[in-house]
C-alpha cells in the first residue's frame, strides 16, 4: 500500500516593479513523522514579472522520522521583480502492497496548501516566520498516518533606485528640486533618506543618512535645501536613497552639488520699442535679493516664436534676441536690472532665461519668464499740394505734406541739407497735415517723423508681398519749386584813370569832376530808376541813360559832375508792385567816389649823427639819417621812380644860410648826413606839390626843414675804494658815464658789464663803453694794495728718529703791517708755549701756524714734520724675474753716515746701499743712521726662464698739433701691455700694438711702455721731442676720418710695392719709413697736394719688419711693411 502527500505554499509578494530583490532564509527546520516515509523533499521556487522563475531551495530528506535543519542562505535578484514564492514539501510512502517499495499511489494524489501573507509594511525589513504543520489521515485503504512540520524565517528585501537625471546635477539652495525613484511600487518601499558631505568625490557614511518624510506621492520627493539644511551647506554635495533593509542592498543613489541660489526673478516691467523695427524696448527685472560680491550671473533673452532645433524636440531651443551675457552685482541696482536693446516681440513673447553664473544655481522656477514689448506701426507720409515762387530768388513758395502711423501724434518734418544731413526738425501744426512755406526755388529734399522720432521709411514688399518698411532707407519726399528766369541786378563799373569811360574819382583833393556809371540787368523791363546823395538823402539828377539792349538784356545809367562822396542807385522792375516777394523786383546799391587825401609830408629823424667829431675814436660822425613821410595826393605806379611812392627833392643849407637843391638825393631816404638844417619837398602822380593852393592852381610850394645836430662828446669818469690786505678782494670801482647817446655798453678787463665792479683784486681795471650809436670812449682805474704778507720758512727739521720730540721750525715773516702776532696749532690743536716765530723739541705731526699783522691781514702755513718710519726702507713688493732680466735693490736712506748689511740665504753679503741681483732669493738689509736709528726689510726674488721685452719706436720727428704714432715691437708682445702717457697727451688711439697721440704744445715728454708676462713686468721710456708744425699747409677743417684709405700691396714684398692712399680732400703728404730693429729712418719722400695718391716703391732694405708713416695736415696713420 503506498501513500502520497503534495503540499504546496505560495507566499505572494507585492514587489511588481523593485529593480533588485533579495529573499533571505534562516533558522529552516523540517520536522516528519510517521510510518512507511520513504522520501521527502522541500522546493522554493521564485516567480518573477518576466514570466521566468529559479529554484532557490531543494532538498531531499530522510526516511522515517526526523528532525532536519539547513544553514541561513540569501539569495540576490539583480534586474529581477518577485511576484511569488512558492513552497513545496513532496512525502513519499511505502507500498504494502507492493512489497514494501517506495512508489507512488495513488499517482495523481497531490496536495497544495497556500500561505496568505498581509499586503502591508512589504519592505519593513523585519524578519518573517513561516510554519506549516500537516497532519495526514490514513490515506484510504491504506495503514499510514503522515505527521510533518515545515519552519523557517525569511525576509524579503527590495532595492529601489532613484532615477538620475543627467541634466540636473545641481541644486540650489534656496530652490526646490524634484528627485524620483522606481515607480509604481508599494508606497512602504519609499523609505527616503539623504546625506551630505564635502564633496562629489567623497562616497557617503552607512551611519550618517538621515530620514525624510514619506511624500505624497511616494514615489516623487520635493526637496528645499534652506527647509532642512543650514546656509552652511552650500559648496558640499548631498546624496539621496532609498532606505533598504541592508547597506550592502542598496538602489540607486544620486548626487547634487549644493548651489547658491542666483536671485529669483519676482517681478518685472517692460517699456516698449519707439519706433517700429526699432531695438530700443527694455525690460527691467525685479529680483528677491542681489549677487554676492564675487558672483556672476549669465542672461540672455529668446524669441519664443522662432525655435531652432526640431519642433517635437523635447528641450525645445529658441533664437536669442539678446544672447548670453554677464552681470554681477555692480549691474543690479535696488535688486533691479534693466536689459536694453529689445526689439518688438510676436505673440509668442520673449523668454528670460539664467544660463548659469560663478557657482550660482540658476535652473527652475523664479529663474525664467515671458514678457511682450510693444511696437508700433511704422510712419507713413506724401505730399499732397504745392505751389511755385512768384519772384526771381523769390521765397514764398508752400509745400504741403501729410502724416500717418507711428505714436499717431507729434509729427515733424526736416529739410534734408545739400550734404544729405538732416536740416532742423520742426512740428506739424495742423495734426497730421502741414504746409510749409517761405519757400525759394529749388528741389526740396523732406523726411517726417513721428512724436517718438521715428522717421517714416521707403516701403518694400516682404516674402508675403505686403509693403514693410525698409529700416536701412528714409522716406525722402522729393519736390521741384521754381522761379521766374530773371534776377534785377546792378552792376557799378569800375573806377579807373580813364575820364573817358567807366567811372571816375575826383582828379585832386577838393575837385567835382568824378562820376558813376552802373548797368541795370534781369527783373522785368522798363525800370524805375532813382540816385541820392547818401550823405544827404537830396535826390541827384544830372543822369544820363542808354535805351534797354534787347539783345543783352541791360540797360547803362550814369551820374555826372559829382564830387566825393557816397551816392545810391535804386531800380525797381516791372513787377514790383504786385510781387508778395519783393527782394528779386528790387535792387539798390551804393557807390563812393572819393578824392585823393590831401598832401602831407613828415620829415624823421631816423638816426641821429652818431658821434660827436670831437669823440677821441674815429667813429662815425657823418652817418646821419633822414627819411620823408608821404601821405595823401595819389601815389606813383610802382614801376615809376624806382618804386617810390612820390617824387622826392632835398635841400640843405650852406654857410650863407641859402639852401641848395642836392641833385643826386631823390630817394625818400636821406643817408650820410653830416649835422646842418635840410629840407623836402614831394611830387605826387597828379603833380600836385607840398604847398597853398588857389582854385586848383598851386600859389606857394611850402618845404619840411630838419635841423640834424651832433651828439654831446662821450665822457668816462671814475670813483673807486682801494684794498686794506694785500692779498684782499674787497677792492672796488664805479664808472660814471656821460654824452653820447644812451644805453651804453659797459665792459671791463675782468669781464663786468656793471657800471660798478666789485671783489677787486690789486690791479688796473680798464673799461670800454659803447653807446647806442656805437661810438666808443676808453678808461682805466687802478686798485692799490698795502706790500704782501709773507711768511718764509727759515728751518723746518722733523724728528731724527721713529716717535722723536727733537723737531724744530723756524719762520721769517715780511710785509704787511709789522707787530705780527702768531697762532700755533697741532692738527687743529692749539699749542699755547709757542707763540713766537721759532719753536723747537716738536713731535711729528701736522703744524698749522697763522701770522696777523697790525692791520689784521692774516697768512697761513701749513708746516709737516714726518714721522721717520720704523723700518726707514721699504723695498717693495716681492718680484718674478723673466729671463735675463736683472733687479736693483735700493736701500739708501736719506741721513749720511747710515751704515748697510745685506745678507742673503743664497750666501750673499754686501754693506752697499744698493745692489743688482739676478739670481732667485730672499734678500735681507739691516741698517743704522749715524744718530742710532735702526731698520731693515726684506725681498723675495724669483725667477723663471719665460722671455720678455719692451720697446717701441715712433717717427724721428713729431710736431704740435699732429697726430704722432708709436708701434710696439716687444718681441715677445707680453700677456699685457700697459701705456703710461703724461697729462699732455691727447689719446686718439690705443692697442696694445699702436698708439696714436697728439700734442698741443712743443716740448719733451716721457712715454713709458710696460709688458707683462705673468707677474714678472719690464718697463721701457723714452723720451718724445715735440716740434714746431711741420711745414704741410693747413687745408682747412676736414671731418673725421681725414684719411679715409691707406693701403700697402703686395704685403710682405722684397722691396718693391704700392701705396694706395685716399683723403677725405687735397692736402700734401709725407711718407716715412723706419726699421722697428734699429728704429731708425731708413726712407723719406713728400707728395704735393692731392686727394688719391698711387706711390710705386722700390726700395732695397734688409729682410725684417718696418713701419711706413704717412702725415697729413689732419693727422697721420702706420702701417707695418715686411720686407723678405
Known sequence: MKKLFFLLFIIGSSVLNAQNSRIEISDFSFESDGGGVCENYVKLTVSFEDGTSDVIFYKDFESGPF?????????????????????????????VDNGG????????????????????????????????????????????????????????????????????????????????????????????????????????????????????????LKFTANAILPNSSIGKYIYFRIKPCNDDFQGKIVGYDIL??????????????????????????????????????????????????????????????????????????????????????????????????????????????????????????????????????????????????????????????????????????????????????????????????????????????NDTPDQDKDLILEQLIEEPTSVLALEFLAVTTDRTAMSNDAKAFGFTDGRITAVVTGGTAPYTVEWKNKNTGVVVTTVSSTPFDDVEESQTVTLNTIGEGTYTLTVTDFNHTQATQKATCFAEGDFSITQPDKLLLTLEEINPVSCNSFNEFNNPVGDGELVAHGTGGVQLNMLENNGLPYYYTWKKED???????????????????????????????????????????????????????????????????????????????????????????????????????????????LLFVTDAKGCQATSQVRIEAPNVLDIAILEQNA??????????????????????????????????????????????????????????????????????????????????LCGGQS???????????????????TGFTSTSSTIEVTEAGTYTVVLTTLLGCNGGDSITISTTDTPIDAHFIVSTQAFAGEELALVNISEPLGDTVEWFFPPEAQIIAETKENVILLFDAPGAYDIILRTNQGTCFLEYMKTIRIG?????????????????????????????????????EASPISLKIFNMASQGLVHERQEKAEASFELAYGVTLASGTYVLLLETAKGSEIRKIIIK
Open 67 to 95: 528532525i532536519s535543519t539547513v544553514p541561513d542562505s540569501t539569495y540576490n535578484f539583480p534586474g529581477k521583480k518577485i511576484r511569488e514564492i512558492k513552497v513545496e514539501q513532496f512525502t513519499h510512502l511505502t507500498n
Open 1028 to 1064: 714746431e708744425a711741420a711745414d704741410i699747409p693747413d687745408i682747412g677743417d676736414a671731418e673725421t676720418p681725414f684719411i679715409q684709405d691707406f693701403k700697402i700691396f703686395p704685403n710682405p714684398s722684397n722691396g718693391d710695392f704700392s701705396v694706395s692712399i685716399n683723403l677725405t
Open 101 to 220: 517499495f517506495c512508489s507512488y499511489y495513488p499517482p495523481s494524489f497531490t496536495a497544495q496548501f497556500s500561505y496568505p501573507i498581509p499586503i502591508f509594511n512589504y519592505n519593513d525589513c523585519s524578519l518573517k516566520t513561516y510554519t506549516k504543520y500537516v497532519r495526514q489521515p490514513p490515506i484510504i485503504g491504506g495503514l499510514r498516518t503522515i505527521y510533518n512540520e515545515l519552519k523557517f524565517d525569511y525576509k524579503i528585501s527590495n532595492s529601489v533606485d532613484v532615477l538620475n537625471d543627467p541634466i540636473k546635477t545641481q541644486l540650489g539652495y534656496d530652490d526646490p528640486i524634484t528627485i524620483n525613484a522606481t515607480p509604481n511600487l508599494d508606497s512602504s518601499f519609499y523609505n527616503w533618506q539623504y546625506q551630505v558631505v564635502s564633496g562629489p568625490s567623497i562616497q557617503p557614511t552607512s551611519n550618517l543618512w538621515t530620514d525624510v518624510p514619506r511624500p505624497t506621492t511616494p514615489a516623487t
Open 887 to 905: 733687479i736693483v735693490l735700493d736701500a739708501t736712506y736719506h741721513s749720511e753716515g747710515t751704515t748697510y748689511v745685506w745678507t742673503s740665504d
Open 799 to 880: 724728528p731724527v728718529c721713529n716717535n722723536g720730540a727733537d723737531g724744530v721750525i723756524s719762520l721769517g715773516i715780511s710785509g704787511g703791517l709789522e707787530e705780527y702776532t702768531y697762532s700755533w696749532l697741532k692738527e687743529g690743536t692749539p699749542i699755547t708755549n709757542h707763540s713766537g716765530f721759532y719753536a723747537n723739541n716738536l713731535t711729528a705731526g701736522d703744524y698749522t701756524i697763522t701770522v696777523t699783522d697790525a692791520n689784521l691781514c692774516s697768512k697761513t702755513v701749513e708746516i709737516n714734520l714726518a714721522n721717520p718710519s720704523l723700518d726707514l726702507i721699504n723695498l717693495g713688493e716681492d718680484r718674478l
Open 260 to 465: 547658491p541660489s542666483a536671485p529669483k526673478i519676482i517681478n518685472y516691467t517692460t517699456t516698449p520699442v519707439t519706433c517700429y523695427g526699432a531695438n530700443n524696448g527694455t525690460v527691467t527685472l525685479q529680483f528677491n535679493k542681489n549677487l554676492g560680491n564675487k558672483e556672476s550671473l549669465a542672461i540672455e533673452v529668446v524669441d519664443l516664436s522662432k525655435q531652432i532645433n526640431d519642433i517635437t524636440s523635447s528641450e525645445p531651443l529658441y533664437e536669442a534676441v539678446i544672447p548670453g551675457f554677464s552681470i554681477t552685482s555692480k549691474d543690479i541696482i535696488n535688486n533691479k536690472l534693466t536689459i536694453t536693446g529689445l526689439r518688438g516681440s510676436n505673440p509668442e513673447n520673449f523668454r528670460i532665461q539664467f544660463l548659469g553664473g560663478s557657482g550660482l544655481f540658476a535652473d527652475g522656477a523664479k529663474h525664467t519668464i515671458d514678457f511682450k514689448i510693444y511696437e508700433p506701426d511704422f510712419v507713413t507720409s506724401k505730399i499732397t499740394r504745392f505751389t511755385e515762387v512768384y519772384c526771381k530768388d523769390g521765397a514764398d513758395g508752400t509745400i504741403t505734406i501729410e502724416a500717418d502711423g507711428g505714436s499717431e501724434t507729434g509729427y515733424q518734418f526736416s529739410i534734408v541739407n545739400d550734404d544729405g544731413s538732416d536740416g532742423t526738425w520742426i512740428p506739424f501744426t495742423n495734426g497730421k497735415s502741414h504746409t510749409i512755406t517761405d519757400l525759394p526755388a529749388n528741389t526740396y529734399s523732406i523726411k517726417v517723423r513721428d512724436g517718438n522720432e521715428c522717421v517714416a521709411k521707403e516701403l518694400v514688399p516682404d516674402t508675403d508681398g
Open 655 to 765: 654857410e650863407n644860410g641859402v639852401f641848395q637843391e642836392l641833385l643826386e638825393e631823390k630817394d625818400s631816404i636821406l643817408s650820410n648826413a653830416t649835422a646842418a638844417r635840410y629840407s623836402v619837398n614831394i611830387r605826387d602822380a597828379n603833380g600836385i606839390l607840398i604847398g597853398n593852393y588857389v582854385n586848383n592852381s598851386l600859389d606857394t610850394e611850402t618845404d619840411v626843414v630838419h635841423d640834424l645836430l651832433d651828439p654831446e662828446p662821450l665822457v668816462i669818469t671814475f670813483t673807486k675804494g682801494d684794498l686794506k690786505c694785500s692779498d684782499g678782494t674787497e677792492g672796488w670801482a664805479e664808472a660814471n658815464i656821460t654824452g653820447g647817446t644812451g644805453n651804453y655798453t659797459l665792459k671791463w678787463s675782468n669781464g663786468a658789464t656793471d657800471p660798478k665792479i666789485e671783489n677787486l683784486e690789486k690791479g688796473n681795471y
